[in-house]
């Protein structure tokens, strides 16, 4: 197969031609959430993002195996080791069983990327599911001489791995600018080295998640349970590894280490960064208070929100921007991307009712292949959009009698909508036939208020937009004339 994927590589620093390790398949491993809490917008962005690409590489005809784990052990408040494991912490606030905090928030997770239409990945590992595995390649490092036990806990040794291999390759970072910028250990540390990560993790004895170990009960250190499912389920060598941009210092970078260390090989060729959804210019996280719960952003039910937006308007908005580029969330551009989704579909609608011609007068084979040209640099997904928009022109040129089109050329529009549309960028017409109904109705409402405000009635389209108000149907007056929303998501 001829593939001409060009893929941004964080660890080449430059757009690569992607070549699978073996032809015709993919392996793909992307960091999945931590289940302490319900994943807000910023998260969700991540997942769609990964979610469209694991899309185009099945509908180019490959066999992906795509692995998102779900880490519900080790990852502490801290990424460099310190604080409460956030899972337990979470619990004993609610006062109920760790497993009891993981379920509800997984389960919420799923919900989510089904709201947002991602498939599923291949396979969903967890990090309690896989503690052997992550115990093995610990003792491997340790014999393999990059770490060394400290008090029952297992520290990797970073200075030791410099000596070998390149401990920052990923993040470009200067080592020394790092070593003098990490605080010194305060002595009640019982780690060598400022940059040395833990691998496992003594536990208190009232911790609640543990397991016994050759070193004693413990928990895993975050990195290494990525380190051991990747490593697992895709092999010491694969293809993309992901994750969100903040990823790259600490936790993608000790995974490298921890790999090169245990396998002697460097684990993905293709290391591909998620850009942050931001707020105001400022990364959304629960800890800085400015994220929102994806059914916040549906029901409208948030104080910086103007109304409720469905999940495809949502996903559509993240579709806007490139992955590398950072989204900044705004009302206005909700509503223009509401207004472009709602374009999109319209024009999908009209494909199947389009009267044919003996010949053609638009150029569909160049809005195709600029389609391909902007998903196959990098997964422009942005520029793909702005292409569709020229067939969107064109269905409604044609739809109006302006321009003209062959039975053939129909066929690939309506197949080149579906594919792209549908199955590769995951958007779908969230209207069922009663939705439909109620549209056409809306439609000659607004007709008839439009027709009351020509002849100066008024009274007449003032007691329509009220009417529609007092049943939950918002009615907003604009340049291009009149739209509504239904007040239910
Ligand atoms: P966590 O549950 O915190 O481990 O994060 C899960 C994923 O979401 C990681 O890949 C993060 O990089 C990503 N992420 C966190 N915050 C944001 C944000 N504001 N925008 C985009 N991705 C994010
Ligand atoms: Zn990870």
Known sequence: MDLNLKIYNTLTKQTDLFKPLHEGHVGMYVCGPTVYSNAHLGNARTFVSFDIMFRYFLHLGLKVRYVRNITDAGHLESDADEGEDKIAKKAKLEQIEPMEIVQRYTVDFHTIMQQFNTLPPSIEPTATGHIIEQIEMTKQILENGYAYESNGTIYFDVEKFTKEYNYTELSNRNLEELLNNTRDLDGQNDKRGRLDFALWIKAKPEHLMKWPSPWGDGFPGWHIECSAMSSKYLGEQFDIHGGGMDLIPT????????????????????????????????????????????????????????????????????????????????????????????????????????????????????????????????????????QLFEMVRNINLINDGKESISVDDKLALEKLAKEIVFDVLGLKDEKNADDNKIDGLMQLILQQRSDAKVRKDYAASDAIRDHLKSIGIEVKDGKDGATYSVNSW
């Open 251 to 386: 936790h993608h970078t000790n995974e490298i280490a921890q790999n090169l260390a245990c396998h002697h090989k460097s684990p993905a060729r293709y290391w591909i960064h998620t850009n942050m959804l931001t707020v105001n210019g400022q990364k959304m996280s629960k800890s800085l208070g400015n994220s929102f719960l994806p059914d916040e952003l549906f029901s409208g039910n948030h104080k910086l929100l103007d109304k409720g937006y469905s999940p495809m308007t949502v996903r559509f908005f993240m579709l806007q921007a490139h992955y590398r580029s950072t989204l900044d969330f705004s009302n206005e551009a909700l509503q223009a991307a509401e207004k472009g989704f709602q374009r999109l579909m319209n024009a999908i609608k009209l494909i199947p009712n389009l009267k044919t011609s003996e010949k053609s007068s638009i150029q569909l084979a160049d809005v195709t292949k600029s389609i391909y040209d902007a998903l196959n640099d990098d997964f422009n997904t942005p520029i793909a959009l702005a």
